[in-house]
């Protein structure tokens, strides 16, 4: 049986994150609780230093590693972007060099935001397969540890953090909405929120195209792809690692899918309605609740809580995007 993440691993994890990470927000919405037939709050991790949730599980994991007096002089990873951004930023915080491995093709906003942080970035092929591979082999060298984006007990406790936040700030909450890539945040999210509130439901969302997750769920195993494609890049996993699998399986209600013309009006309306940049793959979970693809336990007074998992978007596709008429939800 898979090794879980546990409530006491996600207190540890907020006490160890709490001075570098920020609490966001949960925003609530008149206009998106009418469209979508609940009483809706955001859980804006647009708003996360770094722009997105990973923050908090590279955090743990660097701070703990640290914490055992292992000598790690280097972090390495493999990230289209915005975990490669949190490793940098929390090796810098003790001292650390970081190594990421990003694709060919990654955005020119993430690469160089994560030149910013101090990370030393290399472009590498276009599966996240091949890009784990050479980092995992970087990471040989002694003094240092690679830092997996989702198939890791401290990145998942880190990631936990946000449900423990939700469950505090609204303790009724009735369900949580997480997107899903490698599927370590929907696994923090719901180490803690079920472990808080029992009968809370934890819903996932894949897009169509990249919907490993959801096939290892039908398989009853992890199971790889053949093809991801998705404008949400940071969600392109074409096989869950075992530790979020065992997560998503024991702890996750429902997972579902969206469109991509679903995810990008979602993102036209998170700036219209919420006046939040969001990034294709923090839309999804907002795309599904507009579709009314998420399974309630009542008809009325729901109180959803949607995960916006980061804001980090080139401008000019990011305004290329939000020009155009809404396609789906009219």
């Not at 691993?9 to 966001?24: E, L």
């Not at 037939?37 to 743990?60: D, P, W």
């Not at 406790?157 to 936040?165: D, S, V, Y």
């Not at 096989?239 to 702890?251: A, K, N, R, T, Y």
């Amino acid at each position: 049986m898979t090794e879980l993440v546990t409530l006491a691993d996600v207190r540890a994890a907020a006490s160890r994150v709490h001075a570098h990470v920020v609490r966001t927000p949960l925003i609530g919405s008149d206009a998106f609780s009418e469209a979508i037939g609940a009483s809706v709050l955001f859980k804006a991790e647009s708003l996360q230093r770094t722009g997105a949730f990973k923050i908090r599980g590279a955090t743990n994991k660097v701070r703990r590693t640290v914490e055992t007096g292992a000598a790690v002089r280097l972090f390495v990873t493999a990230s289209s972007g915005n975990h490669g951004q949190a490793v940098a930023s929390a090796a810098r915080t003790v001292g650390a060099r970081a190594v990421v491995v990003m694709p060919e093709g990654a955005s020119s906003l993430k690469v160089a935001a994560t030149r910013r942080m101090g990370a030393e970035v290399i472009l590498y092929g276009r599966r996240s397969d091949e890009r784990k591979r050479l980092g995992h082999e970087l990471a040989l060298e002694p003094g240092s540890v690679y830092v997996d984006p989702t198939d890791d007990l401290d990145v998942i406790a880190g990631q936990g953090t946000i449900g423990l936040e939700i469950l505090e700030d609204l303790p009724d909450a009735d369900v949580l909405v997480v997107p899903v890539g490698g599927g370590g945040l929907i696994s923090g999210v719901a180490a803690a929120a079920k472990r808080l509130s029992p009968a809370v439901r934890v819903v996932g969302v894949e897009p169509r195209g990249s919907a490993s997750m959801s096939a290892s769920v039908t398989a009853g195993h992890p199971v790889a792809i053949d093809d991801v494609t998705s404008v949400a890049d940071g969600l392109l996993i074409r096989e869950p690692g075992q530790l979020p699998f065992g997560h998503v399986h024991e702890l996750v209600d429902d997972i579902v899918l969206v469109e991509e013309d679903e995810i990008l009006d979602a993102m036209t309306l998170c700036a219209e309605i919420l006046k939040l940049v969001v990034e294709p793959s923090g839309a999804v979970t907002v795309a599904a609740g507009l579709a009314h693809r998420i399974p309630r336990p009542r008809a009325d007074e729901t109180k959803v809580v949607f995960v916006i998992s980061g804001g980090n978007v080139a401008p000019d596709r990011y305004a290329a995007w939000i020009a155009q008429p809404l396609r789906v939800f009219r």
